[in-house]
């Protein structure tokens, strides 16, 4: 089972239970999966989103924004995968 942890920039702290499967649709790697997504949330020029997380079994749609952080756990509360925007420096 996996995990969704947001820390956002005023330090909030929020975890969405995504299942056993979840999809990672990043803005550089799958531009028109991108594309997609952002046309499902209702989006046209958001410049704050990077990707989105695609989950139960594709009905459910979760942005990632530049300003959080985001990590994937496991049900034992481990670091699975860290999807926080890397610097493009």
Do not use: C
Not at 11 to 18: A, I, P, V, Y
Not at 50 to 73: D, H, Q, R, T, V
Request: glycine share 6%.
């Amino acid at each position: 089972m996996f995990i969704l942890r947001r820390i956002t920039s005023e330090n909030g702290e929020s975890n969405t239970f995504l299942g056993e499967m979840y999809n990672f649709v990043h803005f550089v790697h799958q531009p028109e999966e991108f594309e997609r997504s952002k046309e499902i949330w209702g989006v046209e020029d958001d410049k704050e989103i990077y990707a989105f997380i695609n989950y139960n079994a594709g009905e459910k749609l979760f942005p990632l924004y530049k300003n959080s952080s985001y990590y994937i756990m496991t049900d034992r509360g481990a670091t699975f995968a860290n999807l926080t925007l890397k610097s493009e420096a």
